[in-house]
């Protein structure tokens, strides 16, 4: 891809009209033009995209766009969490509501989490000790019990460093609650996303009938507001927006504009750095 990018570059030396053709003939969009040229030149300097918010307001879903789109790593650092709890309902540390705290501490080096690209969605599944679990830590049971173990130090401690090392080359965008506050602080683009608890409540019952599964939507919103709570109250990295971090309520966007809408934020921080 680099050796024809830089032959076509150079044939046509003028960008603009590169861009109108790649653009309007070849269907590419304004980010990939961008992203192909600059990458054909090999100026490209790789940023970090954090983006963190309230629960089930769409920060995955542009997330994962934008990275497709731009050729970035994408990271759901939420999908971490849930591996984690998955693991702790299976291995006897809930009991009943309780957390074995010890229990769980002696077991977390056992915990290996990764994600490996689903060929058919296009988009990563989260492998936990080498088994795909993706769907089994979106059911409500793994809602309902993440936040309490996303509040245990050692459980975040172990997270982060995982994120940290995934982040290190940059050129990767990651959503959760901290990551533009702990994980990457110095990111060079954060974003705060937020809706109203009853739009994302109805966001995630949407999705959750679409799949065919069971749901009520008193018990998302409820579950969607507790979430809120545990995670901006806990001591350790609560979700707040980093000072930097731009805002975004997207209650009244569809997810094409919130796309395009990170698309120029995007643009315009590259443009920058570049
Ligand atoms: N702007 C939007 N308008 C309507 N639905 C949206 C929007 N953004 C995301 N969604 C949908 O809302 C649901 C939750 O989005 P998701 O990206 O998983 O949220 P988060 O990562 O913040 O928990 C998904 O089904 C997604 O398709
Ligand atoms: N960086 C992160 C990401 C998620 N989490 C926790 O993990 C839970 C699940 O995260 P998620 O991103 O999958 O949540 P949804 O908004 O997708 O439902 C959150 O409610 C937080 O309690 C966290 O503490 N820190």
């Not at 749901?215 to 809120?228: H, M, T, W």
Request: proline share 2%.
């Amino acid at each position: 891809m680099c050796f024809c990018a830089t032959n076509v570059t150079r044939y046509f030396k003028n960008t603009v009209s590169l861009a109108r053709i790649l653009n309007e003939i070849l269907k590419f969009s304004v980010l990939q033009v961008l992203y192909l040229y600059n990458y054909s030149i090999k100026v490209m300097k790789k940023i970090t995209i954090a983006i963190d918010g309230f629960s089930s307001c769409g920060k995955s879903t542009m997330a994962k766009d934008l990275a497709r789109e731009i050729g970035y790593i994408y990271i759901d650092s939420g999908a971490m969490y849930r591996a984690v709890t998955l693991y702790s309902i299976e291995n006897g540390i809930f009991q009943g509501d309780r957390i074995d705290a010890e229990k769980l501490k002696s077991l977390i080096k056992d915990i290996h989490i990764s994600f490996r690209l689903n060929p058919e969605t296009g988009r990563p599944d989260t492998y936990l000790n080498g088994v795909n679990v993706e769907n089994k830590i979106r059911t409500m049971e793994v809602s309902s019990r993440v936040s309490p173990i996303a509040t245990l130090d050692f459980v975040r401690e172990a997270m982060v460093a995982q994120q940290q090392e995934m982040g290190k080359a940059k050129g990767i965008v990651m959503d959760g609650r901290d990551i533009g506050t702990t994980v990457f602080p110095d990111a060079e683009l954060k974003i705060f996303v937020t809706a109203t608890p009853e739009i994302r409540a109805q966001r995630r019952y949407d999705e959750l009938k679409a799949k065919g599964e069971e749901a009520s939507f008193d018990e998302i919103l409820e579950n969607v507001k507790q979430r809120d709570y545990i995670d901006q109250n806990r001591d350790v990295s609560p979700l707040r927006k980093a000072s930097d971090a731009l805002l975004l309520d997207n209650s009244h966007l569809s997810i094409s504009q919130q796309k395009e809408w990170l698309a120029e934020q995007f643009e315009r921080v590259i443009k920058e750095k570049n």
